[in-house]
T-cell receptor
């Protein structure tokens, strides 16, 4: 089944404890991105990747890192999480950049205490 | 820069009555527009998309949207609401500035369907 998977789905952590949210797609998509969803703000892009080893900042990159060593994986790294990073995070992928439909993972709900 | 405004944060309808979710966009060129739906505790699912072909776009589950350039609108409609339509809906425009595809999301409209 073609899909985007994220792990973990739920995470409660404490300020400053490094964490990684994994994202994987099995559709051979070139383009991947991370969004965060906050009430009343819709989804905002954190980082995106147009292909392996090519990443760039989205609208709200502060406090986040990403890497794209393989085509299928695009982990989101929070080196020192803070409470304002409490949010719902979505990974998405599309065949390539452009008008292609983006497919979203199920989301990761992160709470930083 | 592209932007999207969803005119209602909450819409409530009775089952069997029409649904109208309103969306206006701002774009300096011909945009690609999407509607996504998010059911509680689920990811986002594409309902439909407009990419400069027919202005009336049909999507899944009986939804459709009409692209009106003169009004810069892309409203989502359904003739008869079903209880399972209760969800949050996002109007989205595709931004190509900077040479890459970024989705600009509206703030969302939460649709409630009452028996």
């Amino acid at each position: 089944e073609a899909q985007v998977t994220q792990n973990p789905r739920y995470l409660i952590t404490v300020t400053g404890k490094k964490l990684t949210v994994t994202c994987s797609q099995n559709m051979n998509h070139e383009y991947m991105s991370w969004y965060r969803q906050d009430p009343g703000l819709g989804l905002r892009q954190i980082y995106y990747s147009m292909n392996v080893e090519v990443t760039d900042k989205g609208d709200v990159p502060e406090g986040y890192k990403v890497s794209r060593k393989e085509k299928r994986n695009f982990p989101l790294i929070l080196e020192s999480p803070s409470p304002n990073q409490t949010s719902l995070y979505f990974c998405a992928s599309s065949l390539k950049w452009g008008t292609d439909t983006q497919y979203f993972g199920p989301g990761t709900r992160l709470t930083v205490l | 820069a592209q932007s999207v405004t969803q005119l209602d944060s909450h819409v409530s309808v009775s089952e069997g009555t029409p649904v109208l979710l309103r969306c206006n966009y701002s774009s300096s060129y011909s945009p690609s527009l999407f509607w996504y739906v998010q059911h509680p505790n689920k990811g986002l699912q594409l309902l439909l998309k407009y990419t400069s072909a027919a202005t009336l776009v049909k999507g899944i589950n009986g939804f459709e949207a009409e692209f009106k350039k003169s009004e810069t609108s892309f409203h989502l409609t359904k003739p008869s609401a079903h209880m399972s339509d209760a969800a949050e809906y996002f109007c989205v425009v595709s931004d190509f500035s900077g040479g890459y595809n970024k989705l600009i999301f509206g703030a969302g409209t939460r649709l409630a369907v009452h028996p």
